[in-house]
């Protein structure tokens, strides 16, 4: 009896301890890593590269952000139309949610692809403007 | 005699779990003491060197923000808010921008910030950002120091006034 008491005090004395080191912990949303809200990629169809983005749900990329370069010069890439949004600094502007495909000219065939591009969470966070490079053709 | 040792055992039990609560709330995500803590000294829109140090006695709320980031400038009136009310003797926030001065200077007088402005261009703001316990990188990004040097809000995301207001150090009555 006595030490089955004195188990279940150490117990929920234990839970209360593990409670205690949680209070007052800062609560806020989860909020993923720039790499997993916005996955990056670059593939060939040919000679044709195309850059896609899977974005996570409940994040979004602007459209005015999006850049490309080839050996650092400027690409000028098609971009399909995105979801109209109205944003008190940037004006009207375009945003894109779940996936992006953007087209590349027929000259990103060979070469450094530099990709600038730069989004936030609903939940209320933006990521800083975030360029990654691949190689063309891809290995 | 084995009563004794049970009613020992749990009173240990219980010291400890109260001293660990009572840590835990003086000190909500056990950061060190300010001592510890990153400091800068940062120009601020009219090119004055700005420390977190510049304000002994006063709870400092850093805010990281740009104006590239809408939760960011959603935050700012009420932060205005915040430091119109308590600026006096308790609060002191100190916005710091990561991004273009310019940009910034013209967005802070349009809006009418009521406390220092400091900008860092390039990849340091962000370097600051996590040697103050930022995980992910992203802004708004916000961080209370009471003036005994502990961490009161470390906040990565929007945030309300009330939960800043709610971590204020306060005279009691106020």
Known sequence: MGSRLFISIALISFSALSAA??????????????DQAFVADVWMDGEQATVAWQIAPGYYLYGHALAFELDGATLQASIPAGEPYRDEH??????????????LPPEAARGTLTVHYQGCADAGLCYPPTQRSFTLPPP | M??????LVIAVIA????????????????????????????????????????????????????????????EIPEL??????YGED????LGIALDDRARVAEYAARIGMNYPVLVVEGADG?????????????LPFNVMIHPDGRVALRHEGAVTGDEIESRLKLPTGM
Request: a negative charge; charged letters at 15%; hydrophobic letters at 45%.
């Open chain 2, 126 to 138: 962000f370097d600051l950002m996590d040697a103050y316990g930022a995980q992910i990188g992203g």
């Open chain 2, 2 to 7: 084995k009563t004794w040792i049970v009613l």
């Open chain 2, 15 to 74: 010291a400890a779990g109260g001293f660990a609560l009572q840590q835990s709330m003086q000190a909500p995500d056990a950061l060190p003491a300010q001592a510890a803590l990153p400091s800068f000294s940062i120009a601020d829109l009219g090119g004055e060197p700005v420390t977190p140090d510049d304000f002994p006695g006063k709870t400092v709320l850093i805010n990281f923000w740009a104006t590239w980031c809408p939760p960011c400038r959603d």
């Open chain 2, 90 to 93: 308790h609060l002191q926030i």
């Open chain 1, 90 to 103: 940037f004006g009207d502007v375009s945003i894109y949610r779940d996936q992006l495909f953007v087209a």
């Open chain 2, 80 to 85: 205005i808010a915040l430091q119109d009310k």
């Open chain 1, 21 to 34: 080191n949680d209070f007052g912990a800062d609560s806020q949303a989860a909020f993923l890593s720039a």
